[in-house]
């Protein structure tokens, strides 16, 4: 038999054997067949012929092997078939990088070029009309980033090292089932060769064309193995060693008047308590178990807009900002991006979740943990953001909550920019790679902690992580919990922020120097347009729609028919005008989201001889508030649109215009609307554009928008949608109310937050809202906030609350959306004789000293 006959029986045995045990899993797009269109640079003839030429960083036969398979599988050009150009001809379609030297295994000369790529650039010179296609190939065999005092973890899994005969076929045997491939963009190695002539004369494209190659490629392992990370007894040891935890040492030794000795110890006890211990064994026990448990709990996870994180994972460093609805945002993010190929992030985790076991799983997973204050403390301070600081350094992808805690009503929360200031302060430390924040919308249909979220928001204490609690939780887990959507938004680039807020040529030497003005307004700035964005990415399920129009109703009922009605027309709203191009709608029609809520038993059908009436379950109420809120911003305009032209029968649109701009900066801050003041008008004609469309209004000759006949079904759909917004103005003209009532310079602003509350709570018993955001303190503060940006209301010096005229014409536009009956009862509910006002702030005090008794005996 021929040498060449053997090969081919060899590569085919080898071929057979190894399906046997490896299935890669092929991550991302596979490349499409090269076009051959383009002309030579440098002699303008056209290329006629391209030939596909795979690109392998490390020799190994096995991996070639596996390139093969999946090439023949996928219906590419194979990468082992021969390369024929003319009289010249390649044994196979694979270069490898780090060239294989059969006379020079022990001591392969360092720079020596692959004799292919070589070969290939003379082919080109040799054949003008012919161009080949590089596609470089990234194969991997488990994930583990490499653990430098772990030697089981360096056999038994893929690390940056490049591994050994005897590691590849461990390799194979055990990680065949989880072995990965991704093919790269194609790159023309002629346009590579005319582009190193051009720009490296002094080099030779082969040096070039290699250099090139395996940065990208060695960029392309990052995105999925992480960087090259030491073991958690190496970070701690180079930080304690680190300048500024040194200095911090020493300062805090005469601070406290300890030894040096004593002082160094605290900060080894803060590092013990912070650092990850990011384990390849715990990631892979996770995934397990999270995939039996997401199976057993949801009908599906859907994922959406995850090209954005592949596409920015090669250039930037990622920093993932979620808003945190639940403790299985933690498992889920992570889980999600685990499943797609990609680097799990190291997880700013609450030190609340700490607890044992369980923290050590967590830290295993790749969190670290953070205290909620660090006031007081400039030891634990300057270790922890130098630990940060080693993080960003390594182009390690992160995660943090934006709103720092988890949402109580379903809202945003106002951003909290401690972890956002510390990434932008090590940034400006030490850039590395440019950083990416990405906004991360996840929703859910059903909530493990939703009556723990309404208990709390009624009043009761908020209740500590435990163990003990968390087996509560899992009692939960044969309930139907429905879908889990994750939305990637738009992404915000921190070199873009501080360069808009003129802070991109601020340099930051020591971990403890001061941060400028321009960097802070930078950190909220990106703040604010993380939440924005992550509004942006709404996921509208059947869920929140359901919730948006049953309580939207005076007894949370409707006629099954109308309901179907009112359903299929706020999907036409969104799906004809979507809130943002990453807005995600359901694709259920008004009769199967029915039919969903049903099965989920958040509602129930009542039989009746004239129409079935659909209401919301005994109990359920109050939770579907937050499922509501989830979505609530996306509606908020038309709703607004619908309670101005309802409650007035005729408005013209000149007017109508002008009472949502002054209302509109509110409502911004409240839900993190997204447009701007001067993109206003447009999106409020082609709301009302639509919304005439649908017959839910109409305009006459003179510009005047109508309402629809009284108790008609249009009127009643009308009634329906201007519900949503008549709780925020309802709760502005409380506040307003309170203020006027105690007269300018006679009230403090916390007083009026503190009232409010007081007020808010009492209403919704009254009143049955049924909403406990309604009372939420974070609303009337940002309330509070816009009036004093717009300049409705200024702090005295005795720092009370003191507005002239203007004010008081800001509570008039009430009158074009609340009835007499509602601004009636506002007013009577906000009217306070002094001994009444101290008494109720007399009350609250002694409330808050106990809490804060009840936090220091734990």
């Known amino acids: 038999m021929s040498k060449s006959g053997f090969g081919q029986m060899y590569r085919q045995l ?41 690109v392998l960083q490390n020799y190994s036969r096995s991996n070639a092997l596996i390139v093969d398979g999946e090439t023949r599988r996928l219906k590419l050009p194979p990468a082992l078939d021969s390369l024929v150009v003319g009289n010249q001809k390649e044994k196979a379609s694979v270069l490898f990088l780090q060239h294989h030297n059969e006379n020079n295994l022990l001591n392969p000369p360092p720079h020596a070029f692959p004799p292919r790529l070589l070969r290939l650039i003379d082919i080109l010179e040799n054949h003008p009309e012919v161009d080949i296609e590089l596609i470089p190939v990234t194969v991997l065999w488990g994930r583990s980033p490499d653990k430098e005092d772990s030697w ?35 790159q023309s190695l002629r346009t590579l060769v005319d582009f190193a002539k051009k720009t490296h004369p002094n080099l030779s494209p082969a040096t070039y064309i290699l250099n090139t190659l395996n940065n990208y490629l060695d960029g392309q392992r990052e995105v999925v193995l992480g960087p090259d990370l030491s073991d958690r007894r190496n970070v701690m040891h180079s930080l304690i060693k680190s300048t500024d935890v040194q200095e911090a040492i020493r300062r805090e030794s005469i601070r406290s008047k300890v030894s040096m ?15 990850s211990d990011y384990s390849h064994s715990a990631v892979h026990f996770a995934d397990m178990a999270l995939t039996r448990l997401w199976t057993q709990l949801y009908d599906g996870v859907e994922v959406h807009n995850f ?6 994972a090669k250039d930037y460093e990622i920093i993932y900002t979620p808003c945190h609805r639940s403790h299985i945002d933690y498992l889920l993010l992570s889980y999600v991006i685990y499943k797609r190929g990609m680097m799990v992030p190291y997880i700013a985790a609450g030190d609340n979740l700490n607890m044992p076991f369980v923290g050590q799983l967590l830290r295993g997973g790749g969190a670290f943990f953070i205290r909620r204050t660090f006031r007081g403390n400039g030891l634990y301070t300057t270790v922890f953001k130098e630990y940060l600081y080693s993080i960003l350094s390594r182009n390690t992808p992160l995660e943090y909550f934006i709103e720092g805690g988890r949402s109580r009503t379903g809202r945003l929360l106002p951003a909290k920019t401690g972890m956002l200031a510390m990434t932008v302060h090590s940034h400006l430390r030490g850039r590395s790679k440019p950083i990416v924040f990405l ?3 996840i929703g859910y249909e059903r909530l493990m902690e939703g009556s723990t979220y309404v208990g709390e928001m009624q009043g009761k204490p908020k209740e500590s992580e435990s163990i003990i609690g968390i087996l509560k939780t899992l009692r939960k887990i044969e309930r139907i919990f429905g879908k889990v959507h994750v939305n990637f938004g738009e992404p915000v680039f921190l070199d873009d922020m501080l360069k808009k807020h003129g802070a991109d040529q601020i340099k930051i030497e020591k971990n403890d120097d001061p941060v400028p003005q321009e960097v802070s307004d930078a950190v909220n700035g990106s703040a604010h347009a993380i939440l924005e964005n992550i509004n942006r990415a709404v996921v509208i399920n059947p869920v929140s729609l359901l919730s948006l129009i049953l309580l939207a109703t005076p007894k949370h009922t409707l006629d099954e028919e109308i309901c179907i009605k009112q359903l299929d027309a706020y999907r036409n709203l969104v799906t004809a005008l979507p809130y943002d191009e990453r807005t995600q709608v359901t694709p259920l029609s008004g009769k199967e989201i029915i039919a969903y809520g049903l099965k989920l038993k958040l509602i129930k059908r009542i039989k009746h001889v004239l129409g079935d009436i659909i209401a919301i379950e005994d109990n359920q109420a109050v939770l579907l508030t937050y499922f509501r809120n989830n979505i609530l911003h996306a509606f908020v305009l038309p709703s607004l649109i619908a309670a101005l032209v309802e409650h007035n029968g005729s408005i013209r649109r000149g007017d109508l215009i002008n009472v949502i701009r002054t209302l509109y900066p509110f409502l911004k801050a409240e839900l993190f609307l997204k447009w701007q003041d001067d993109e206003l008008k447009d999106q409020i004609c082609a709301y009302v554009e639509a919304l005439i469309k649908a017959k839910l209004i ?11 006949a009284p108790n008609s079904e249009d009127h009643n759909q009308l009634v329906v949608l201007a519900a949503p917004v008549m709780q925020s103005l309802e709760r502005y003209y409380m506040t307003l109310a309170l203020i006027t009532q105690r007269g300018s310079g006679n009230i403090s602003t916390r007083q009026v937050e503190e009232l409010s509350h007081l007020v808010g709570q009492r209403l919704s018993v009254l009143y049955e809202f049924n909403s406990p955001e309604f009372f939420d303190k974070a609303l009337f503060q940002s309330f509070i906030k816009v009036l004093t940006q717009q300049g409705y209301i200024r702090n005295n010096e005795d720092n009370a609350i003191v507005f002239d005229e203007n004010f008081q014409n800001v509570a008039q536009y009430a009158n074009l959306v609340l009835d007499d009956v509602t601004l009636q009862m506002l007013q009577h509910i906000t009217t306070f004789s002094d001994e009444e006002l101290k008494e109720a702030l007399d009350a609250v005090a002694a409330q808050q000293a106990k809490r804060r008794l009840k936090r220091k005996k734990k």
């Open 152 to 186: 089981f973890k360096l056999l038994f899994t893929d690390t940056w090292a490049t591994p050994g005969t005897v590691k590849q076929l461990v390799n194979i045997g055990l990680h065949g089932r989880q072995s990965y491939l991704e093919f790269h963009q194609g």
């Open 261 to 275: 000795i004593e002082s160094e110890r605290r900060a080894i006890g803060y590092l013990n308590e912070i650092v």
């Open 14 to 54: 080898s071929s057979k054997l190894l399906d046997l045990v490896v299935t890669p899993h092929v991550l991302g797009e596979v490349p499409t067949e090269p076009t051959t269109t383009e002309a030579n640079a440098a002699t303008e003839q056209p290329i006629k012929q391209k030939i596909i030429c795979y």
């Open 307 to 312: 090209s954005t994180v592949r596409e920015l």
């Open 439 to 441: 906004p991360t919308y």
């Open 698 to 708: 109409s305009e006459d000759s003179e510009g005047n928008l109508i309402s629809p």
